[in-house]
């Protein structure tokens, strides 16, 4: 019987498509850093929340594939996945997760959900014809977080809004149902302070950089894939659209395509923000900036390419199980507890 000593720590990438830049560099990078700076102390779980696949157009036909994929991108981003304190799954093996959103469901309100920004973009104008799991996503997500009682979510900054959406739940079924039933995930500044950030990760579209860079947004020219070959990765990069102010300066607003480089100079070279910046600023070339941003990702794909390779998928499936199998036992009991909580089982 496996028991839960140690805080947890969550996170998970969809497996519909390819993972860009953006997911590596906003989740698969500091769920790692994390591992390692705190290995042994916390337990880590990173999992495939495969059944968030589900709430956009998807190749069914491919989906399973691309979810042992996953794994194996996880392992190549360099997740110690043998460590004992470190578990990887995949959520539609975990039915507790079905299950405790239909419960969160119930307690969630449609105004909430309606005014989730991600889900005004997707939905668009079209909102007839999303589909309802699109709307309740988050739920499912707080689902995936609160059943493991996880308190540290690494995740880029589009997930912040959902983030805190399941901590509202979190409260307010504490609120309902007494204190001890949900671990209350944390605040999103205390999440950044945990992972020594001082702002979310956010990755643009080198082509439309106000926009995030994305692999449900048909946009090859602005998204690099983890899949794709360096060379080309280097030529998208020097493709990038940036501005005519002939400065440089990290400025979201009035220079999104420069802070955008800048940003994925500091993470790839592991460097502090402000050391990167101040090494840039004020150069008028934005050619250089990109040659040495488009040099730092084509030595990374090359690398992370070459793990990819390596990953022994039988182990890992293998480990999957054992994996699960804990994880399973888990979810299980939160979700009695909350079960009992809401009246669906008899209380002791
Ligand atoms: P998903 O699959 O869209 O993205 C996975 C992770 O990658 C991050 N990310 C980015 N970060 C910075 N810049 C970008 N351009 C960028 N694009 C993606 C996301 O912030 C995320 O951390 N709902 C989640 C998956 C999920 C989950 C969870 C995460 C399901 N349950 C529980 C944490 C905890 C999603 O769709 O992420």
Known sequence: MFTMTKEVILTGVRSNDQPTLGNYLGAFLPMVELQRKFAGAYQVNMFVPDLHSLTTPVDHGGLYANTVMSLKYYAAAGLDWRNQDTFIYRQSFIPAHSELAWILDCFTYFGEMRRMTQFKEKAGDGEENVSVGLLNYPV???????????????????????????????????????????????????????????????????????????????DPRGTILLSDHPDTAAKKVLGATTDSLGRISFDWQRQPGVTNLLQILALLQGKPQGEINADWLDKPSYGELKQAVAKALSEFLEDFQAKLRGVDEAALLDGLKTSEKAMNQIAGGTLLRVQTAVGLRPRR
Do not use: C
């Open 140 to 218: 499912l997500m707080a689902a995936d977080i609160l059943l493991y009682g996880a308190r540290w979510v690494p995740v880029g900054d589009d997930q912040r809004q959902h983030l805190e959406i399941a901590r509202n739940i979190a409260l307010r079924m504490n609120r309902k149902f007494g204190d001890e039933l949900f671990t209350v995930p944390e605040t999103w500044s205390k999440q950044l302070a945990f992972a020594g950030r001082t702002e979310g990760v956010r990755i643009r579209s080198l082509s439309s950089p106000d926009k995030k860079m994305s692999k449900s947004v048909q």
